[in-house]
């Protein structure tokens, strides 16, 4: 089983990325994807999450600019990022849990920052 991020990197203040999340070993529709984000010294906060019935949910930081989704034949998450702003700069996580959490994986992670 195996996250992969990518599509981190500098990006200046309201400016976009957006970060894939590459699954293999599970498949994607069937988990609840999220993206977490870090900065040292600081807990991992959870962004945005799609669960396997579709719905949607972010955080108050992120609604309005960020968009989850999932696109199932390819078995990849996504986080577009609009609008961003410098204190969205940190590492963005992917993480996958399974039904009935059971399961539960976390991606590498990948440097978002935000700066002009």
């Known amino acids: 089983v195996q996250l992969v991020e990518s599509g981190g990197g500098l990006v200046q203040p309201g400016g976009s990325l957006r970060l894939s999340c590459a699954a293999s070993?599970?498949?994607?529709?069937?988990?609840?994807m999220s993206w977490a984000r870090q900065v040292p010294g600081k807990q991992r906060e959870l962004v945005a999450t799609?669960?396997?019935?579709?719905?949607?949910s972010y955080a108050d930081s992120a609604k309005g600019r960020f968009s989850i989704s999932r696109d199932n034949p390819r078995n990849t998450a996504y986080l577009q990022m609009n609008s961003l702003k410098p204190e969205d700069t940190a590492v963005y996580y992917c993480?996958?849990?399974?039904?009935?959490?059971?399961?539960?994986?976390w991606g590498q992670g990948t440097q978002v920052t935000v700066s002009s």
């Open positions: 070993g599970f498949t994607v529709s069937r988990y609840s």
């Open positions: 799609i669960t396997s019935a579709g719905t949607t």
């Open positions: 993480n996958a849990v399974s039904q009935w959490g059971t399961y539960a994986y």
